[in-house]
Each structure stands twice: as C-alpha cells, then as structure tokens.
C-alpha cells in the first residue's frame, strides 16, 4: 500500500509539472484487481478504482488530475 501511494503521488507530482499538452494518467489494475458480484449476479471490479468514494478508490486524486488538465484511464 505504501508503494501504490508513493507510485500515485508521484505521478501527480509529475503531471503537475510536466510541460506536455496532453496528460494521461492510469491506474493498472495488475495488483490488487479484486471483484464482487453486483446486483445482477456479474462480477465488477471494485478495489483502487479512480470512481470509488470509500476508502477503497481514488475519488479524490481523480478530481485532482481532472482539476489540472489532465485524462484518466
């Protein structure tokens, strides 16, 4: 957890400064890719998502990103 913290903060500290006109930012969902079932029975990935508002995603850091200029993916 302290590495994919470390890892998203300095990329916003990058996109921040970076001189590009387009930014791009991604989360890889290589670890930590966890899924739940949903109301119909299909299976969704939930864990580190940039729309997650609980403790579990990147809501916050997202609307950062967004608030500099910058894509999600």
């Known amino acids: 957890m302290k590495k994919l913290t470390t ?4 990329l916003l ?3 921040m400064t970076a ?5 791009l930012v991604t989360l890889d969902s290589y670890f ?7 109301a119909e029975g299909a ?7 940039w729309e997650e508002t609980d403790n579990n995603g ?5 609307d950062v ?9």
Do not use: M
């Open 7 to 10: 890892a998203i903060i300095i």
């Open 13 to 15: 500290v990058f996109n």
């Open 19 to 23: 001189k590009a006109q387009s930014k």
């Open 32 to 38: 930590n890719d966890e899924h739940r079932k949903n």
């Open 43 to 49: 299976l969704e990935s939930y864990h580190y998502k």
């Open 58 to 62: 990147f809501s916050i850091l997202a």
């Open 65 to 73: 990103f967004k608030k500099h200029g910058a894509a999600l993916t």
